[in-house]
């Protein structure tokens, strides 16, 4: 008898990238946009992260404390990279 194998399709990675001016999420950014099963990337910052990409999307918001007015540019997402720090450059050494 053989076996039978249920293969699930293989679903893209649509990725949201917050924190991507940052040393870390600049970089998780270029991983994204260079990965083939990276199908869609949504980068949500304070400030535009200056990169144009074809798999690229962006949403500049400058309270991340009140999304309520992106919220619904959020959904269909199945991956999220939250990046957001401070730098060490304004970090004090006794943090």
Known sequence: MAEQINEQPRVGIKAIV???TGMIGEGVLHECLNRADV?????VGRKSCGVTHRKLAEIVHADFFD???ID???SGYNA???CLGVS???VPNDF
């Open 80 to 82: 999220c990279f939250f």
């Open 18 to 20: 917050t924190g991507a």
């Open 88 to 90: 060490s450059v304004v």
């Open 39 to 43: 199908e869609e990337i949504l980068v």
């Open 67 to 69: 999304l309520l007015p």
């Open 72 to 74: 619904n540019r959020l």
